[in-house]
């Protein structure tokens, strides 16, 4: 058998990041093919929000070297947080600034 169950034998199951053991059932992930725990999944393989500092699942706003959630970042307009499915109504301004696309100023 090959995979990471032939790899490694029950007692030895542990988070190749952190060395933490991995209870059978206890979510994972890998990384390379190793094991890799949630919570380091999280603290080192996650991007983190630019404004909360708190890793991002799912789906982020991106804007340069920037990862951030949506309910982070407000329409410097409006003042409106942005929404998952706000990609398309979402500008730049100033090169520092998000707003929606049909908010005057």
């Known amino acids: 058998s090959s995979g990471i169950n032939a790899e490694y034998g029950h007692d030895c199951f542990q ?17 390379l093919g190793k094991p890799i725990c949630m919570g380091c999944n999280n603290d080192h393989f996650r991007s983190k ?8 699942a799912g789906t982020s706003l991106v804007y340069k070297e920037s990862s951030f959630h949506h309910a982070c970042v407000n329409c410097y307009v409006c003042d409106k947080a942005f929404e998952v499915g706000d990609h398309e109504n979402i500008r730049v301004v100033n090169g520092k600034d998000f707003k929606h696309a049909d908010c005057k100023k």
């Open 15 to 31: 988070c190749s990041h952190c060395s933490r053991k991995i209870d059978s059932k206890e979510k994972f992930l890998t990384n």
């Open 49 to 56: 929000c630019t404004v909360c500092g708190k890793p991002i």
